[in-house]
């Protein structure tokens, strides 16, 4: 099973951006997906998360307001709409899969089964 993530690029401060994450090879739509990202010289830290029919999600404080997951379970593809972009939001983004819970993915990271190569968001600002 691998994922892609997609639709990073660069962006100026206040702009949006669309990532999105495809499954391929196998099917993640009974199970809790995730955003994380990465800043240069920072730790992995949550993004947002989504629960396997989009019914519940959870956003990191600092993104909440501005970004919004979503999930087409038909297409297999999970999305991250970025808005109101901030310099603090350059990273590489990964997205992320837990085929163990289906209403969430873990803050830590903990327990996710499969990462997704990642995608670099610039804000300029």
């Known amino acids: 099973v691998q994922l892609q993530a997609s639709g990073g690029g660069l962006v100026q401060a206040g702009g949006s951006l669309r990532l999105s994450c495809a499954a391929s090879?196998?099917?993640?739509?009974?199970?809790?997906m995730g955003w994380f990202r990465q800043a240069t010289g920072k730790e992995r830290e949550f993004v947002a998360g989504i629960s396997w029919n989009g019914g519940n999600t959870d956003y990191a404080d600092s993104v909440k307001g501005r970004f919004t997951i979503s999930r087409d379970n038909a297409k297999n593809t999970v999305y991250l709409q970025m808005n109101s972009l901030k310099p603090e939001d350059t990273a590489v983004y990964y997205c992320?899969?837990?085929?163990?819970?289906?209403?969430?993915?873990?803050?830590?990271?903990?327990?996710?089964?499969?990462w997704g190569k990642g995608t670099e968001v610039t804000v300029s600002s």
């Open positions: 992320a899969a837990d085929k163990n819970q289906v209403s969430g993915v873990s803050r830590s990271g903990n327990g996710i089964d499969y």
């Open positions: 090879r196998g099917s993640f739509s009974n199970n809790a």
